[in-house]
């Protein structure tokens, strides 16, 4: 069970759009339905803004968007803010209940 | 509003055994939804350590399966994690977080608790 593949940093514009891939293999992301992403900034714990691909949690804002093609998952920041500056971690069912996080991207807004 | 306390002692001694608990408040484990552990080494990402549900059934990430024992207390509606033989690499902020719609994400998150691993 390796960790998903994320790039470590991706930076852009207020306004501009933005999106951080997730590569894992056939035994998690590409075999499931079930790709979530989570926000963290420094020192909180993190929070869930998309599950399963590409569903918003109640409250979070529709800039988030998900997709998935084969063993790549990929968020999307549309509209990027100021306060969108921190670390996203994608997650993946692996089957037989078990889970694998990414390596964390950290987002810089310019 | 689901709350989730982690707590546990702050420093461990290498070789010894890791124990945190982790308090839901505003709803009932025994209602139902599975409950996991999450760690985060200083400057590092997240790793899975493994799942319970209400019930008592387990699941664990294989790297530490044979050291890390998740149990369920409904009674004092809490999750347990013990994980043994702890070296420095074991160091981090320990999350649990509740499985959210379907068991495929996690939708809270207590706020961590970071144990050391030193003697």
């Known amino acids: 069970q390796s960790a998903l593949t994320q790039p470590a940093s991706v930076s852009g514009s207020p306004g501009q759009s933005i999106t951080i891939s997730c590569t894992g293999t056939?035994?998690?992301?590409?075999?499931?339905?079930?790709v979530s992403w989570y926000q963290q900034h420094p020192g909180k714990a993190p929070k869930l803004i998309i599950y399963d691909v590409s569903e918003w949690p109640s409250g979070v804002s529709n800039r988030f968007s998900g997709s998935k093609s084969g063993n790549t998952a990929s968020l999307t920041i549309s509209g990027l803010q100021a306060e969108d500056e921190a670390d996203y971690y994608c997650?993946?069912?692996?089957?037989?209940?078990?889970?694998?996080f990414g390596g964390g991207t950290k987002v810089t807004v310019l | 509003q689901v709350q989730l306390q982690e707590s546990g002692p702050g420093l461990v001694k290498p070789s010894e055994t890791l124990s945190l608990t982790c308090v839901v408040s505003g709803y009932s484990i025994s209602r139902g939804y599975y409950w996991g552990w999450m760690r985060q080494p200083p400057g590092k990402g997240l790793d899975w350590i493994g799942s319970i549900y209400h019930g008592g059934t387990t699941s664990y990430n294989p790297s530490l399966k044979s050291r890390v024992t998740i149990s369920v207390d409904t009674s004092k509606n809490q999750i347990s994690l013990n994980l043994s033989s702890v070296t420095a690499a074991d160091t981090a902020v320990y999350y649990c977080?509740?499985?959210?719609?379907?068991?495929?994400?996690?939708?809270?998150w207590g706020q961590g608790t970071l144990v050391t691993v030193s003697s």
């Open positions: 977080a509740r499985l959210g719609s379907g068991s495929t994400n996690f939708d809270y």
């Open positions: 056939s035994s998690d992301v590409g075999g499931y339905k079930y």
């Open positions: 997650c993946s069912y692996a089957g037989s209940s078990t889970f694998v």
